[in-house]
């Protein structure tokens, strides 16, 4: 079991990352941290920026996801019948999942609520307030990708380990972990903002096919093993 939750750490990092670099995600990070840096002079506020912008976006995906989970675990019928189908759920829902990043199924939305451009540019100058508030609200921009890989993967998977807070923060942690790559370069070198986006353009377009085409084999395995087999 302790080699199961490792793995499911592992697992909330890497679906951080993916959702971190995915295009709808990746343009409004870029675009955020560079917002929040030109409106502040000196590298070590542009990175203490990008650093609590990155802390607004885990605040925000842990306390959804608990919000979430608690949900679910204070009503007992629902725990209970979570607790008996969750294996045979997994399955199809990581093969829809997988499906979705293949861009197999294309369904265009935003989940998000309309932020002017005059209070970005008040939270941008807000300090660092401002950029966690900012952080907080972009990280509930939800595109398919993103909210494919959040709802779709990692709530599922932290209420099969009973996890409220220690992978949703991972999760969390992977989803800061460019922007604090874009904070430092914008800090120090923002002449190669332009290249590196380019470069983890094509990263993530790789990473996506490959997780998606996991998603799916790992989902066939749960259904062969729990719905199939126990049939046969």
């Known amino acids: ?11 909330a990092l890497w ?10 995600p990746l343009a409004t990070n870029i675009a955020a941290v560079s917002y929040i840096g030109k409106n502040i002079k000196g ?9 609590f912008y990155s802390l607004g976006r885990v605040l925000a995906y842990v ?15 629902l725990g209970r019948f979570f607790q008996k189908y969750m294996n045979l759920i997994i399955g199809p829902g ?31 100058n807000s300090g660092y307030f401002g950029a966690t ?24 998977m932290s209420m099969s380990f009973n996890s409220i807070f220690i992978i949703p923060t991972v999760y969390g942690l992977g989803t800061a972990l460019p922007v604090l790559i874009f904070a430092l ?15 983890v353009n094509k990263f993530q377009n790789w990473a996506i096919k490959i997780t998606g085409w996991v998603f799916i084999a790992v989902g066939l395995y749960f259904v062969w093993r729990h719905i199939i087999s126990p049939m046969l």
């Not at 990043?101 to 970005?120: A, I, P, T, Y």
């Open 133 to 156: 508030a900012l952080g907080f609200i972009f990280a509930l921009t939800f595109c398919p990708v993103s909210a494919g890989l959040y709802f779709g993967s990692l709530i599922p």
């Open 43 to 51: 590298a070590n506020k542009t990175i203490w920026s990008g650093i």
């Open 63 to 77: 306390i959804l996801a608990a919000l979430i989970l608690w949900s679910f675990f204070s009503i007992p019928e």
């Open 1 to 11: 079991m302790e080699s199961d939750f490792i793995i499911a750490i592992g697992s």
């Open 185 to 199: 370069m914008l800090a120090f070198s923002a002449n190669k903002i332009a290249k590196a986006f380019d470069n």
């Open 94 to 124: 990581l093969i829809i999942v997988g499906l979705f990043l293949l861009n197999v199924f294309k369904v265009n939305f935003s989940l998000s609520g309309n932020l002017s451009e005059k209070m970005q540019g008040k939270l941008a």
């Open 15 to 24: 679906l951080g990352i993916l959702t971190s670099i995915s295009p709808c």
